[in-house]
């Protein structure tokens, strides 16, 4: 299985930091986000590992190489001014990650969901790995149902939680897509209703690094201490 970490993102809520380092490369205690990500994914045994540039790309590109520092190979996809949003940007690394499912890491999270794990999902469309919800998302956006992804609107009865930006996909589920700048959300959405997306609960410590409030929160401290 391949992997591939979402690195193309401009990070306006994270202005002005943003404006000369791009999010991937935030230092948490010591070492960068993306960093921490290849190291983990290296432990899991992954090998190949693809990464989309785009904002501040080439300062991703110099700092990390070819991977041979983790014992990875890193390709690089390179997007277009203003990047392809999520769904646009997995759809133009698919020559890159090949016919098989393939595991997707957000740049700007921190986690220790053990990332081997994905290795053993039979994926046919996508899975989700969602985590009980943070403070800046208290309702949840998923519901989990026998193994199934469902929108919480859908089942208001059900406990609500937070996609935690790790997932995998089949090849499959973008043959529709039509390409360009699009979000993978809208997608996800719309699977949910044909069953298409299935999913797990990850309790562990998991942080979205989506705001300066957020990020300086995780700084200096320990981050398997910190709430979600």
Not at 115 to 142: E, S, T, W
Not at 143 to 166: R, Y
Request: hydrophobic share 40%; with cysteine.
């Amino acid at each position: 299985m391949r992997a591939m970490i979402l690195a193309a993102g401009r990070g306006e809520r994270l202005r002005p930091l943003t404006d000369t380092v791009p999010k991937p490369l935030f230092d948490i205690n010591g070492e960068t986000l993306i960093e921490l990500h290849l190291e983990k994914l290296a432990q899991a045994g992954f090998r190949e590992v693809v990464i989309n540039l785009a904002h501040l790309g080439d300062m991703i590109r110099d700092t990390l190489g070819n991977g041979s520092k983790w014992g990875l190979n890193i390709h690089y996809s390179p997007e277009p001014t203003g990047a392809l949003d999520t769904g646009g940007g997995i759809q133009k690394a698919l020559p890159l990650l090949g016919e098989s499912p393939f595991a997707i890491i957000n740049g700007d999270i921190f986690s220790h969901y053990p990332l081997a794990r994905l290795r053993a999902i039979k994926c046919n469309h996508a899975h989700l790995v969602l985590v009980p919800n943070p403070a800046h998302n208290p309702d949840g956006d998923f519901a989990l149902q026998g193994g199934h992804v469902m929108l919480k609107t859908d089942q208001a009865d059900q406990t609500g939680f937070t996609f935690s930006g790790i997932s995998v996909y089949h090849p499959r589920f973008f043959s529709s897509a039509a390409g360009g700048r699009f979000s993978v959300v809208p997608m996800l959405y719309a699977a949910t209703a044909l069953k298409h997306v299935t999913g797990e609960i990850y309790r562990g410590v998991w942080h979205d690094i989506g705001t300066v409030e957020r990020l300086e929160a995780l700084r200096g401290h320990d981050p398997n201490r910190l709430p979600a």
